[in-house]
């Protein structure tokens, strides 16, 4: 089976750097993806990670171990349009299935 | 370039009645398509996936069902709702890259 989880909710400050963790267990893992949600939207992709290391894109990095099966999505110079549930999500190798986690709900104070 | 329609936007639907939400996909072939639903301050749950014509896999049977009759659209259909059936009911596709792309979705809303 699968099995995804991260925090339900954080809370960091405009201006800073927040860090969401996401560990997972699945058979057949083919990569791990971020995606961010804002209420009442549909999520947009952020990052795919597939080997292990850093990806940078922006403000955003993304980070990937497979031999502990875990990822965390980091936030840099923090905005207000942050403010945001994001997705942990996780491809099976062998068919097409993605499967998410619950998400993070990120609030950005000022 | 690739654009994802899924409609309608809103639905209000009385218990017991019938659901067909519809998703098209232009600007690609052969895509992977999905339906997920989310409740509210939930994530998603991939309900149904599909590689091509007429080859779905479900992971949540119950309620619902899905058919994909051409290449590049995918239904998602109830005979009977229920209360618990309301949600916020996402389809995406997936093409040669890894990501999937989201329709607008549609909030389903059953009374």
């Known amino acids: 089976g699968q099995n995804i989880d991260q925090p339900t909710e954080m809370t960091a400050t405009e201006g800073a750097i927040v860090q969401i963790n996401c560990t997972y267990q699945?058979?057949?893992?083919?990569?791990l993806f971020w995606y961010q949600q804002h209420a009442g939207e549909a999520p947009t992709f952020l990052s795919y990670?597939?080997?292990?290391g850093l990806e940078e894109k922006g403000r955003f990095s993304s980070f990937l171990s497979r031999s502990k099966g875990y990822s965390y999505l980091l936030l840099k110079e923090l905005q207000m349009k942050d403010s945001a549930s994001y997705l942990c999500?996780?491809?099976?190798?062998?068919?097409?299935?993605?499967?998410f986690g619950s998400g993070t709900r990120l609030s950005i104070r000022p | 370039s690739q654009t994802i329609h899924q409609w309608p936007a809103t639905l209000v639907q009385p218990v017991g009645s019938p659901l067909s939400l519809e998703c098209t996909v232009e600007?690609?072939?052969?895509?992977?398509l999905y339906w997920y639903r989310q409740a509210a301050g939930r994530g998603l749950q991939l309900l149904f996936y599909?590689?091509?014509?007429?080859?779905i896999s479900s992971e949540v049977p119950q309620n619902l069902s899905a058919s994909r009759p051409q290449d590049r659209q995918f239904i998602l259909s109830s005979k009977k709702l229920l209360l618990s059936d309301s949600g916020f009911y996402l389809c995406?596709?997936?093409?040669?890259?890894?990501?999937?792309?989201f329709g607008q979705g549609t909030r389903l809303t059953v009374v």
């Open positions: 599909s590689i091509g014509i007429d080859q």
């Open positions: 999500a996780v491809r099976v190798r062998g068919a097409s299935k993605i499967i």
């Open positions: 699945t058979s057949g893992f083919n990569g």
């Open positions: 990670n597939v080997l292990d």
């Open positions: 995406a596709w997936r093409g040669q890259g890894p990501e999937a792309f």
């Open positions: 600007g690609t072939s052969n895509p992977n």
